[in-house]
T-cell receptor, first 114, second 114 residues
Framework: AQSVAQPEDQVNVAEGNPLTVKCTYS??????LFWYVQYPNRGLQFLLK??????LVKGSYGFEAEFNKSQTSFHLKKPSALVSDSALYFC????????????FGIGTKLQVIP | NAGVMQNPRHLVRRRGQEARLRCSPM?????VYWYRQLPEEGLKFMVY????????ESGMPKERFSAEFPKEGPSILRIQQVVRGDSAAYFC????????????FGPGTRLTVT
């Protein structure tokens, strides 16, 4: 079975400061990993994905994530937070060996303080 | 290219009534996924469908819930005899027949059971 853990319910960061949203995963094989963002009363928007290759993945809106196989982590990062980044962030995992079923974490609320 | 469409966006039902939620995938997409998001909880997988086939319904409650994706027309998530605990946001996502890994989400249907 595959699973995702997002250990922080909420992350607060001051505008202009770097931000990190944590994610660890568990799959039986090698993973595909994703980050999505959800703004209030909206659907999820795709941010970035790790499929293969470079462990540092760059995505939309200046976000990036680093795949760490030994720590089974895929933390989301951004060098300088914007107030408009305030939203709910979901990490997701999919087992390479399986079909397209994706398992999502429970989400981390990011609050960027002006 | 229109995104994933869901309707209605808001649905109010009394206990015991039926709820029908519709999802039109993006053009060219033949895979559809339904998720449920409860307040303060993450996104829970319900069912994965391809045209005229249910691939995985492991996340669907055993009773009252059903889903279909006919050859023509939208995917339908049907909830019979709704109860207050069914109140949630229901999201549909789609992906193309060739695996591009990420899923594209609709805006969701917010079901309220009174």
């Amino acid at each position: 079975a595959q699973s995702v853990a997002q250990p922080e319910d909420q992350v607060n960061v001051a505008e202009g400061n770097p931000l990190t949203v944590k994610c660890t995963y568990s799959v039986s094989g090698n993973p595909y990993l994703f980050w999505y963002v959800q703004y209030p009363n909206r659907g999820l928007q795709f941010l970035l994905k790790y499929i293969t290759g470079d462990n540092l993945v760059k995505g939309s809106y200046g976000f990036e994530a680093e795949f760490n196989k030994s720590q089974t982590s895929f933390h989301l990062k951004k060098p300088s937070a914007l107030v408009s980044d305030s939203a709910l962030y979901f990490c997701a995992v999919r087992d390479r060996g399986g079909y397209q079923k994706v398992t999502f974490g429970i989400g981390t609320k990011l609050q960027v303080i002006p | 290219n229109a995104g994933v469409m869901q309707n209605p966006r808001h649905l109010v039902r009394r206990r015991g009534q039926e709820a029908r939620l519709r999802c039109s995938p993006m053009k060219g997409h033949s895979h559809v996924y339904w998720y449920r998001q409860l307040p303060e909880e993450g996104l829970k997988f319900m069912v994965y469908l391809q045209k005229e086939n249910i691939i995985d319904e492991s996340g669907m409650p055993k009773e009252r819930f059903s889903a279909e994706f006919p050859k023509e027309g939208p995917s339908i998530l049907r909830i019979q005899q709704v109860v207050r605990g069914d109140s949630a946001a229901y999201f549909c996502a789609s992906s193309p027949p060739t695996d591009t890994y990420e899923q594209y989400f609709g805006p969701g249907t917010r079901l309220t059971v009174t």
